[in-house]
Structure formats: C-alpha cells, structure tokens
T-cell receptor, first 113, second 115 residues
Framework: DQQVKQNSPSLSVQEGRISILNCDYTNSMFDYFLWYKKYPAEGPTFLISISSIKDKNEDGRFTVFLNKSAKHLSLHIVPSQPGDSAVYFCAAPRTTSGSRLTFGEGTQLTVNP | NAGVTQTPKFQVLKTGQSMTLQCAQDMNHEYMSWYRQDPGMGLRLIHYSVGAGITDQGEVPNGYNVSRSTTEDFPLRLLSAAPSQTSVYFC??????????????FGNGTRLTVT
C-alpha cells in the first residue's frame, strides 16, 4: 500500500532553470510532509517540510507547495544548480506527530551545466 | 560530533548466515530506526525505538531483530540471511520522535548482498 507516490523516476533540467518534483499521497490524515535529498553513497538529508495548515513553505531556492484537495505536493528549486543533482524523496509521518515516515519511491534529478 | 555512524559499509553474506549491522549516534537522540532502500520502492521502515529498552516493528520486520540497551546504539540483526534481504540499510535517529521540528538524521548506509 504505497501511500506516498512519486510517479517520475527521473527529471533532467538545465542549470539556472526551475526544477519541479512532484509527489502524491492517498492518506488524507497526513498532516505533515518532508522532502529529503540523497547523494550516492550517502544517507538522505532533510531538505524542507510543510505542515498541512500551510500551502507553501520557502527556504532559499527551495519551495514546497501543498494542495490538500488534490493530495499533491511539489518541490520547486529555483535556480537549479549542478550540485542539486541527487535523488529526492518525499515523506509523511505514518501517525500524527510521529517520526515513522513513509517514503515515496524517489526522483533522480539531474541538473546539466 | 559524528552524527549517525553505521558499520560495516559493505557486507556480503551467504544464504543462511547471520550478522549484525551496527548503528550508533552521539546526538543523545531518543528515537532511532532502521530503513531499507530497494530500487523503485523508496525507504521502508523495518524497526524503530522510542527510547532505551523500547522497540517496535515497522512495515517490513520479518527476518530482522533489534534491541536498544543504550540510548546510543541500535543494532539490527539478520537471523538467517536470504537473497530477498539484499538491500541498502539506513539507520536514522531524531531527538524526540516527533516529525515536526525533529527531522530524521540518517547514517550513510550499509550495502548488503546475500548470495
């Protein structure tokens, strides 16, 4: 039962352009969402999060948008840089206020110079 | 401050062998957990612990045991390795076990191959 889905396994963009990574979820009880970034041979690192009481959260070049009615969130990276090339996972806690995260499958972002 | 340390980085086992994947954190985090990452499946929770002496099962616990005798350490034991356990294993910890304001910190993983 994949409650968090990332339907695009890969995305390629040019340096300086916008990267948009998408994530859909099925459980309407999810109230908090996180994005993690993972480089090869390293563990995932926390990137940005959003609470369900907001529809947008911004941190520098990274913005996460949440559309609760569509059960959809997206991560925007502007401008994209080659160092952003990584696998991006969206995740949500399985229980309210818990750290038992359920993860999407991940999207490999490649930013070309 | 090393964060979350996992050993070994790589391991090859034969079917039926047992082994322990080590995980230690030096951040005084109460919450620790183990995930496995398989191609096309994201990360799946194996076991977790909300504090010393307390453990519980995640999504995919079969074939694995854990214990939490100290705050710092959370080893994962494979009882009788099977090829289906070939995966990359990540240990993660957080301060409070509350996702809000306390994101997980991950180790760099153990790549396990079972032949």
């Amino acid at each position: 039962d994949q409650q968090v889905k990332q339907n695009s396994p890969s995305l390629s963009v040019q340096e300086g352009r916008i990267s948009i990574l998408n994530c859909d979820y099925t459980n309407s009880m999810f109230d908090y969402f996180l994005w993690y970034k993972k480089y090869p041979a390293e563990g995932p690192t926390f990137l940005i999060s959003i609470s369900s009481i907001k529809d947008k959260n911004e941190d520098g070049r990274f913005t996460v948008f949440l559309n609760k009615s569509a059960k959809h969130l997206s991560l925007h990276i502007v401008p994209s840089q080659p160092g952003d090339s990584a696998v991006y996972f969206c995740a949500a806690p399985r229980t309210t206020s818990g750290s038992r995260l359920t993860f999407g499958e991940g999207t490999q972002l490649t930013v070309n110079p | 401050n090393a964060g979350v340390t996992q050993t070994p980085k790589f391991q090859v086992l034969k079917t039926g062998q047992s082994m322990t994947l080590q995980c230690a954190q030096d951040m005084n985090h109460e919450y620790m957990s183990w995930y496995r990452q398989d191609p096309g499946m994201g990360l799946r929770l194996i076991h977790y612990s909300v504090g010393a002496g307390i453990t519980d099962q995640g999504e995919v616990p079969n074939g694995y045991n854990v214990s939490r005798s100290t705050t710092e350490d959370f080893p994962l034991r494979l009882l009788s390795a099977a090829p289906s356990q070939t995966s990359v294993y990540f240990c993660a910890s957080s301060y409070s076990g509350q996702a809000w304001g306390s994101p997980l910190h991950f180790g760099n993983g153990t790549r396990l191959t079972v032949t």
